[in-house]
């Protein structure tokens, strides 16, 4: 996504935003979320490098798992 956007001698500064959400039909996230969302940080600080990039994940079985919080107002879960 990111291969088109700039050319050889370009700065990063003209990086568009670029949001992947994969939807799997398996669990791949040890997090009893059915939504997680991802941004690059700093591992000790926590402090966000960027906001250019968000990693998104819904994972299906989730869905109809019991053991995982949901939002019943959510229109994903509806």
Do not use: A, R, W
């Not at 939504?35 to 989730?62: G, W």
């Amino acid at each position: 996504m990111y291969n088109g956007q700039i050319k050889s001698g370009d700065t990063y500064d003209k990086l568009e935003k670029c949001i992947t959400i994969n939807i799997v039909d398996f669990n791949c996230i040890e997090i009893n979320k059915l939504h997680t969302s991802f941004h690059i940080t700093e591992d000790e600080t926590n402090q966000k490098l960027t906001d250019v990039l968000e990693i998104h994940y819904l994972e299906l079985p989730k869905l109809f798992d019991d053991n995982v919080p949901k939002d019943e107002d959510e229109p994903i879960v509806l």
